[in-house]
């Protein structure tokens, strides 16, 4: 039986029936400056589902109260209601236990919690940690952060003009004294997707964990860390249709089980006393003080949301409106896309002659369409192309041509004002 959502035509490539899913999203049913919103943010955060947004109301309305701690039955409930999430992200990523699946605020806690907790503990001078020049600063700075505290050496692999990292230099990068490999699956900034299942089985083969930064990659690409051979995957609930301030780290049972606690509080211990604390098994002992159990059970809305919708069918869209995306911004004189790498998730971030990209987001804005401009959190990806900042629209499946075409529309108004 097909989703609801989606179409299969006679030639049996699955299409998605946008209009239809849109009517899912309350927030795009809205008019920003006299003009039809066209959200193309969705890379910085993507749009709830009602299907969210009622999962974490009815949380907050029928069973709201602490979670592990209570023996009525309201607690139960939350109780059942968080676990179950955790077994819907387990199942998701296709992890081989739940005590694999840490929840987290989202992906910058989760690359900081195996910074500190795994890096600490392993780390010493003369150690590399292994990443890319094309990350986003959360898998720059933590990285910084426990390099300087534990005198291990950050290693950065350099990318080409088109965005893509140089495998052979990461390659000669790799040696004995690696280990972490730390990358992210597709780059916020320019859209690359990149080959995280050869990084990984690089990173092995030279006895070197792989931590992959899934931010960017769950909203449009089905992950299976198991078959990618991850030691660590991290993703953040909101850039996926979920709510804000909720991520998983997903760790290989065995490393989580080795490593020290990062947080100390309540949840994550069986017994205190000031003689010494017995630490909580996996997976509590990385979820210190009470969670964020509404943002748990939204996820996991989330997430039966996207099943529901179908990760190919998804994928296909996507990659269909971004070669449309990328042709008609092409037909702008004076535009130049950053991120041409053959393997592209849906991000178009581009710079256009003698408009500062602060001023063509405040001039689209005026069109009702929402893009970013700055450096994304990735300032040497913005240096290594010699631009300050870019415009990026960032694409899901709710977007359609018609919004393109706006978005495009406005460029061209931005390009007689500046031009
Ligand atoms: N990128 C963007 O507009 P958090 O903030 O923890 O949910 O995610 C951080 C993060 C980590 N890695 C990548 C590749 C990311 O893209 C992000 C967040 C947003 O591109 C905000 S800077």
């Known amino acids: 039986m097909s989703a609801p959502h989606v179409q299969t035509p ?7 029936d946008v209009a239809r899913l849109r009517e899912d999203f309350p927030v795009l049913h809205q008019q920003v400056n006299g003009k039809p919103l066209v959200y193309l943010d969705n890379a910085a955060t993507a749009q709830k589902p009602a299907a969210v947004i009622e999962a974490i109301s009815r949380y907050y309305r029928e069973d709201n109260s602490n979670v592990h701690r209570g023996v009525h039955t309201l607690s139960e409930r ?22 694999e699946i ?15 907790a795994w890096g600490r503990a392993n780390l010493g001078p003369g150690d590399e940690v292994l990443i890319t020049h094309m990350e986003h600063h959360s898998n720059i700075v933590p990285w ?4 300087e505290q534990t005198g291990a050496t950050l290693r950065v692999a350099p990318i080409n003009a088109r965005g893509e990292v140089e495998m052979d230099e990461f390659e000669r990068l790799l040696g004995e004294r690696t280990k972490l490999v730390a990358v992210g699956h597709v780059s916020n900034a320019l859209g690359t997707i990149n080959p995280v299942a ?27 860390v198991r078959a990618l051979g991850a030691d660590f995957y991290a993703l953040s609930g909101h850039k996926m249709f979920g709510p804000t301030g909720i991520g998983v780290l997903y760790g290989c049972e065995a490393l989580l089980a080795a490593m020290p606690p990062w947080q100390g509080g309540g949840d994550m211990i069986k017994a205190v006393s000031f003689d010494g ?23 996991a809305a989330a997430v039966d ?79 290594f192309f010699g631009v300050a900042a870019t415009a990026r629209a960032s694409l899901a499946f709710y ?18 004002i500046f031009g």
């Open 277 to 299: 604390t017995v630490y909580s098994d996996l997976p509590y002992k990385f979820e210190a003080g009470t969670p964020h159990i509404a943002g748990a059970i939204g996820l």
């Open 102 to 116: 840490i929840f987290t605020r989202g992906t910058t806690e989760a690359i900081n919690l195996v910074a500190q």
């Open 144 to 147: 910084q952060l426990v390099c």
């Open 78 to 99: 939350a109780t059942a209601a968080y676990e179950g999430a955790r077994e819907t992200l387990r199942e998701f990523l296709n992890a081989a236990s739940t005590k």
């Open 305 to 383: 949301y996207l099943a529901g919708v179908g990760r190919e069918a998804i994928a296909a869209y996507e990659a269909d409106l971004l070669a449309y995306t990328e042709a008609r911004l092409g037909e702008i004189e004076g535009l130049r896309l950053i991120g041409t790498a053959e393997n592209k998730a849906a991000v178009a971030s581009f710079v256009l002659d003698g408009v500062h990209a602060h001023d063509l987001g405040t001039i689209v804005d005026h069109h009702g369409v929402a893009i970013r401009a700055g450096h994304h959190c990735a300032m040497p990806v913005m240096e």
């Open 10 to 16: 006679a030639n049996g490539t699955p299409a998605l």
């Open 198 to 224: 050869r990084m990984i089985e690089l990173a092995h083969a030279h006895d070197a964990l792989a931590l992959v930064d899934g931010a960017q990659a769950m909203p449009h690409m089905a992950v299976d």
């Open 399 to 416: 977007n359609t041509r018609e919004e393109i075409d706006a978005l495009v529309a406005a460029l061209h108004e931005a390009r007689e």
